[in-house]
């Protein structure tokens, strides 16, 4: 199986050499960069297909890297941070990353992670109309062009809030959607982010999506951030 190239952006040499020897042992490509200068050089000469990016770095914001990186490319961005508040993550996030990941971590966490974003990656890659058409996550089936998901051979009976705040999820899975960007793209700009009514429709949707409530398979909640559809084998 082809490995995906990884830039890893990280200025703290042990940390480095602890993600790189992880990355060589898996058998992936990586690029280094210590400055965000240099990474953004990075990603523009090599493409790489997953970044590694720690938001602490000498010359730049690691939030500034990815609002540059993100002019020009929706290349899965990865943040590894020591920066563990609810409010740095969002704002990660909204600024384009695809994850976070809070220093300390563990080597089988950051693959964990990389797993589930080469999958999104494959999913996301053209295999014609017909098959593009049509999403499938075990046993959840969403027809875009019928514009109906079905759970198995049942038909979902989802109102239009709830079938739009599903396309969005499936279409980023494996992804951490903030509350804002769920708000901003399911009502648009004229939504004032009230998070308690986006609580209702996503509680409205699990209650028909998910076979135990208490164990969610499919959406998974990050409290105090948003939420994210698990890839289910």
Not at 63 to 74: A, D, F, K
Not at 86 to 112: H, M, N, R
Not at 163 to 173: G, P
């Amino acid at each position: 199986m082809n490995k995906a190239l990884i830039l890893v952006v990280e200025d703290d040499a042990p940390i480095r050499n602890l993600i790189t020897t992880t990355l060589k042992t898996h058998d992936y490509h990586y690029l280094t960069a210590s400055r965000g200068e240099s990474a953004i050089i990075e990603a523009s000469s090599h493409n790489p297909d997953i970044i590694l990016l720690d938001l602490g770095l000498p010359d730049l914001d690691g939030i500034e890297v990815i609002r540059q990186i993100r002019s020009w490319t929706n290349t899965p961005i990865i943040v590894i941070s020591a920066r563990s508040e609810d409010a740095d993550k969002i704002e990660a996030l909204d600024c384009g990353a695809d994850d976070y990941l809070t220093k300390p971590f563990s080597v089988e966490e950051l693959l964990a992670r990389l797993r589930v974003t080469q999958r999104r990656l494959a999913m996301m890659q053209p295999e014609g109309t017909a098959k593009s058409s049509v999403f499938t996550n075990g046993s959840l089936k969403v027809d875009y062009a019928a514009g109906c998901a079905y759970l198995g051979e049942k038909e979902l009976h989802l109102t239009p809030i709830e079938y739009k705040i599903l396309c969005l999820m499936a279409k980023n899975v494996g992804r951490v959607l903030t509350h804002t960007y769920i708000t901003q793209n399911i009502w648009g700009n004229c939504w004032d982010n009230n998070v308690a009514s986006l609580r209702v429709f996503m509680a409205g949707l699990r209650k028909k999506l998910e076979s135990e409530p208490n164990s969610p398979q499919y959406i998974q909640t990050h409290i105090g951030v948003g939420y994210r559809m698990m890839r289910v084998e």
